[in-house]
């Protein structure tokens, strides 16, 4: 029915950048919040950034003042942009989107991506 799909990930050097892009497909009728959490080995997922459907965002605060969220409502896509990185950034980057879907439009329903690994070598 939906799909996620994220690219953008990779190796990087400490202090450089990344953006993550992630593309909802499938029978949406809308889109409220997208997001990216991730999850370090060993460690539980969290929130890094999201978005709201009409821009109001949330950051974790390890990311603050380094990470970027924007969407583009009418590609169905969220962007995270990734600034100043640090080894500790480190993680699987996953895609989430609260999704209500064609002929369910009473019911809202979260998916997330594959996921795209993010390594940051000192």
């Known amino acids: 029915q939906v799909q996620l799909v994220e690219s953008g990930g990779g190796p990087v050097q400490a202090g450089g950048s990344l953006r993550l892009s992630c593309a909802a497909s499938g029978n949406i009728f809308s889109i409220n919040f997208m997001g990216w959490y991730r999850q370090a080995p060993g460690k539980q997922r969290e929130l890094v950034a999201r978005i709201g459907s009409g821009g109001s965002t949330n950051y974790g605060e390890s990311v603050k003042g380094r990470f970027t969220i924007s969407r583009d409502n009418v590609k169905k896509t969220v962007y995270l942009q990734m600034n100043s990185l640090k080894p500790e950034d480190t993680a699987v980057y996953y895609c989430?989107?609260?999704?209500?879907?064609?002929?369910?439009?009473?019911?809202?329903?979260?998916?997330w991506g594959q996921g795209t690994q993010v390594t940051v070598s000192s």
């Open positions: 989430n989107a609260e999704i209500v879907l064609t002929g369910q439009e009473r019911f809202q329903y979260s998916y």
